[in-house]
């Protein structure tokens, strides 16, 4: 949004107009200044470390304003930025893009002697708009500018991060031949900003938002993979407990377990294809909101660098620690269920005398819970790291991520079974087969990423990543129905489903963006060539066990290995015509091939014991798919652009799905969206958008194989508005509303085995909400700046979601759902404390809920063939007490 909605060219001047200490007036090494006792010490004002651009302010863009922002800052002792002032004003907008900038900095601590000490230097910030030269600051060494793509800027050679220059002390507290200090009559440090927005955004919908730090702290989590909420017209809800992926939606689609939404953290693809328990299977269970800075969210498919599974929409989680939480801390939680959380995080503001930036940091993650209800309990631990390292223009990012869980699974109630009291809401059927439910999943992930920043705005990526994965599951979803296909006239031994798949996958990524061409004041352009891909080694195994007889086998269903190879390449071209018009058009094309080794393939039934075969189908398929990406950007005013778009994407098959010599049957996405943005500063940025997208080969849960089948092609059309408002200091607030409705154009034909199929045209789209609302409120406030020698605040949080009636098979509704999470906090110096409440008001509500034939009487002689309502319930009421202390 706003780092990536202006070009910045920071230069480094001369000195500090002023210094001041808490104890004495500022002087330089060799100086001196009289203390109380009489004695004489040396005082060494703070040398800037690292910085964070400051971004002229949008909404200014058009006004060709230039202005001149002073602020006074305090340095603390430990290096971060503490209080700022205003000293010379230009109005709210300048001075808040000039102190968001600068309490983003981060010092050397002035020093008397070998104290650190707190102190206050002047800082002006010089604001100039697009299309007028930087202006030199008097008195000072040369500018030194760079300009960059993308809205972000650099610490020019004159002043790198870290380092003192040659020509002048980064604070510029000049100093005399006899090492006497200028005092007043030095320079201040200036911060010169060019206004002139990104060229090239990785937000290119009416839809597409980026979430900040801010919003996503504002509202309570119960684990970190929530902080998803707070993007508009998306829901993450938990039904199968902590080793098994949430369940997404995003805008009208039912995303199960991550088929329609593609998924990156810090550059890691998460979506695994071809797993068996859901296409494009994505967990987030290893995420920790506490290191979670940025959401990405492209709703749609027009960027080309989207791939696989960008049906939906894209979203790219960032992370990092700021400054001002940088450091070592500790956290304990404890809350209802028995439920126990320790957590702790590193974060270095240095290592080896270098200032550490967000991106570097350590955290890790243990969890054991009893589980609301019955069959419920889980254990789970996450550890993530992150490290940036290098200088100059070339720098490199390394992270990695480990993850395992285990947990007990209720499964599904029918709810006729509920109703009558044959079973409670939140409880699970007395037979072994239903008891045995469980999860286990491991998960590790690793990446080295350099990224290069060249002259005159060119810019790039090279990245490898590695990944392993483990998941088995043991689910029962239709009780006593189930006969097997391998054992003779055996039937009715619980239809527990026993999935494994493991997945080892290696990939890269890469692309170049060029300087911008100008061969007119009022055009330029950029083009971006890319490469992604990977190659998966997947394994994969489906059976029905007996968990009355420690878990005997009694059929097999799938058996194989899949080797995979998918291929991206893009080309992008980003251009602006006047200051008005961004346009950008590119196209993306995969090539995927597949090995399959089915050794359960054509299978010979016990009712043909005459074949004359063996089983096993091994069969290879190759397939290339390409599409258009583009987009449109009007700024019709200062705060007002409109936009449209349109992109096709895809979404790779099943592996197991194909024939041998297929073109890989891909499902195509056409998206096209058109919509206004509206962005009047910190008080309201507000997004509104209308969409369009049909799938040509849509996908459903199938409780009989416990995993995604086809159910045809299917159309959205729908709307989302999204606002976010920082009325005050203290005070952040995100509302979004979507609307859609799904309807399903084409689905499956009636067959022998099931004559009447779940699914007619014409209908409103299985599992998906109509309507989605999220609501995010925090609060925060400083009560005392002493109190005990600590300042003493407090912060206060509200979330709020709404799913209306969702569609069901057989034409049947589910309930709506309304959850209220609610938070409140204290925090005093290092020290922390804060109860969380989920869930408010109790509702009573299916996490999951289904329409299918089931049989859990195993005893009444009857196998139904009638379909009924089933449901696996949501968290009721639950609270969590934490403390953290920081180091």
């Known amino acids: 949004m706003v780092t990536r909605?202006?070009?910045?060219?920071?230069?480094?001047?001369?000195?500090?107009?002023?210094?001041?200490?808490?104890?004495a007036a500022p002087a330089e090494p060799g100086a001196s200044a009289s203390s109380s006792g009489g004695s004489q010490e040396a005082l060494r004002p703070p040398i800037v470390r690292s910085q964070v651009p400051a971004v002229y302010p949008p909404a200014a863009l058009s006004t060709g304003r230039s202005a001149s922002v002073e602020l006074l800052v305090t340095v603390l002792a430990d290096g971060r930025v503490g209080p700022v002032e205003v000293a010379r004003s230009e109005g709210d907008e300048f001075d808040a893009a000039a102190m968001e900038a600068v309490r983003r900095w981060t010092f050397v601590p002035a020093r008397r002697g070998d104290e650190a000490i707190a102190s206050k230097i002047r800082v002006p910030f010089l604001f100039a708009p697009p299309a007028q030269p930087v202006p030199a600051p008097t008195d000072t060494p040369a500018q030194v500018p760079a300009a960059l793509e993308g809205g972000e800027g650099t610490t020019p050679s004159s002043a790198t991060p870290g380092e003192t220059p040659d020509r002048a002390d980064p604070t510029g507290a000049s100093t005399t031949a006899d090492g006497s200090a200028t005092g007043d009559e030095a320079a201040p440090l200036e911060v010169v900003v060019q206004g002139e927005r990104a060229l090239r955004d990785d937000?290119?919908?009416?839809?597409?938002?980026?979430?900040?730090?801010?919003?996503?702290a504002a509202a309570p989590r119960q684990e970190g993979a929530e902080v998803l909420r707070t993007a508009p017209g998306v829901y993450i809800g938990r039904a199968e407990g902590p080793a098994v992926a949430h369940n997404y939606n995003l805008r009208g689609f039912d995303a199960e377990h991550g088929q329609d939404i593609e998924f990156r953290v810090a550059g890691l693809p998460i979506n695994l294809p071809s797993h068996i328990h859901g296409q494009g299977y994505a967990d987030l269970s290893f995420l920790l909101a506490d290191v979670v800075q940025t959401l990405r969210v492209r709703e749609g498919v027009y960027d080309p660098r989207q791939g696989d599974f960008a049906v939906a929409g894209s979203i790219d989680v960032d992370l990092g620690?700021?400054?001002a939480d940088r450091g070592v801390a500790v956290r304990s939680s404890y809350g209802a269920f028995n439920t126990f959380r320790q957590s702790a995080r590193w974060a270095p503001r240095e290592i080896g005398g270098r200032e550490m930036g967000e991106e570097t940091f350590g955290a890790v993650q243990v969890m054991r819970t009893d589980g609301y209800g019955e069959n419920r309990s889980g254990h789970s631990a996450s550890a993530l790291l992150q490290h940036r390292f290098g200088e100059g223009r070339t720098t490199y990012r390394a992270v990695a991520l480990l993850h395992?869980?285990?947990?007990?699974?209720?499964?599904?109630?029918?709810?006729?079974?509920?109703?009558?009291?044959?079973?409670?809401?939140?409880?699970?059927?007395?037979y072994a087969t239903a008891r045995a439910q469980v999860a286990l999943s491991q998960r590790f992930m690793s990446g080295l990423f350099a990224d290069f920043k060249g002259e005159n705005g060119s810019n790039g990526q090279f990245g490898l990543w590695v990944g392993l994965d483990t998941f088995r599951i043991q689910q029962n979803f239709t009780g006593f129905i189930e006969a097997s296909r391998t054992l003779e006239r055996t039937a009715g031994?619980?239809?527990?489903?026993?999935?494994q798949n493991k997945t080892t996958s290696v990939g890269l990524t890469g692309r170049y963006r060029t300087a911008p061409f100008r061969p007119a004041p009022w055009f330029r352009s950029t083009l971006e060539l890319g490469t992604d891909g990977r190659i998966d080694l997947i394994g994969q195994r489906q059976n029905l066990l007996d968990a009355s007889v420690r878990n005997q086998t009694w059929d097999e269903r799938i058996d194989a290995d899949i080797r995979g190879v998918d291929v991206g390449m893009w080309l992008d071209v980003a251009t602006r015509m006047t200051r008005y018009v961004d346009a950008r058009v590119g196209v993306r094309a995969d090539v995927l091939s597949y090995e399959i080794d089915d050794r359960l393939g054509n299978f010979a039934p016990l009712s043909r014991p005459d074949d004359s075969f063996l089983p096993g189908f091994r069969r290879s398929a190759l397939g290339i798919v390409a599409g258009p990406r583009t987009s449109l950007e009007v700024h019709a005013l200062p705060w007002m652009s409109v936009l449209a778009a349109y992109g096709e994407g895809y979404r790779s098959p099943q592996a197991r799905v194909l024939e041998d010599g297929e073109r890989a049957p891909y499902t195509k996405v056409r998206s096209a969206?058109?919509?206004?943005?509206?962005?009047?500063?910190?008080?309201?940025?507000?997004?509104a958008s209308a969409y369009y997208t049909r799938l040509s080969d849509d996908v459903a849960f199938d409780a009989g194989e416990g995993r995604l089948e086809r159910t045809g092609a299917t159309r959205r059309l729908g709307a989302t508005v999204h606002a976010v408002s920082r009325p005050t200091k203290w005070l952040v607030a995100s509302a979004s509303m979507t609307y859609v409705k799904a309807t399903l154009l084409e689905p499956p034909p009636a067959t022998a085995d099931e004559p009447l199929p779940p699914f007619t045209a014409g209908q409103d789209l299985p599992f998906v909400p109509p309507l989605v609302v999220r609501?995010?409120?925090?609060?925060?406030?400083?009560?005392?700046?002493?109190?005990?020698g600590q300042p003493l605040s407090g912060r206060l949080g509200v979330g709020y979601s709404l799913l209306s009636k969702r569609p069901l098979p057989f034409d049947e509704r589910s309930p709506a759902v309304s959850l209220l999470d609610a938070s409140a906090g204290l925090t005093w110096g290092p020290i922390d404390l804060a109860f969380e409440v989920f869930n408010v008001l109790d509702t009573a509500y299916a996490a999951m809920e289904y329409s299918f034939a089931s049989d859990w009487d195993p005893e009444d002689g009857v196998r139904p063939r009638t379909p009924a309502r089933h449901i696996s319930a949501g968290a009721p009421f639950s609270w969590m007490l934490s403390l953290e202390v920081k180091l």
């Open 5 to 23: 909605a202006a070009w910045c060219v920071v230069g480094f001047a001369a000195a500090v107009a002023s210094l001041s200490t808490a104890a």
């Open 203 to 216: 937000l290119r919908g009416a839809g597409d938002v980026e979430v900040t730090r801010d919003i996503l």
């Open 321 to 323: 620690v700021a400054a």
């Open 404 to 430: 395992t869980a285990r947990g007990d699974l209720a499964g599904v109630v029918r709810r006729d079974d509920v109703d009558d009291g044959t079973v409670c809401f939140t409880c699970v059927y007395p």
């Open 493 to 499: 031994r619980g239809d527990l489903i026993e999935q």
């Open 673 to 687: 969206d058109g919509g206004l943005k509206f962005d009047w500063g910190a008080p309201l940025s507000l997004n």
């Open 775 to 788: 609501v995010d409120l925090g609060a925060r406030h400083q009560f005392l700046r002493d109190a005990g």
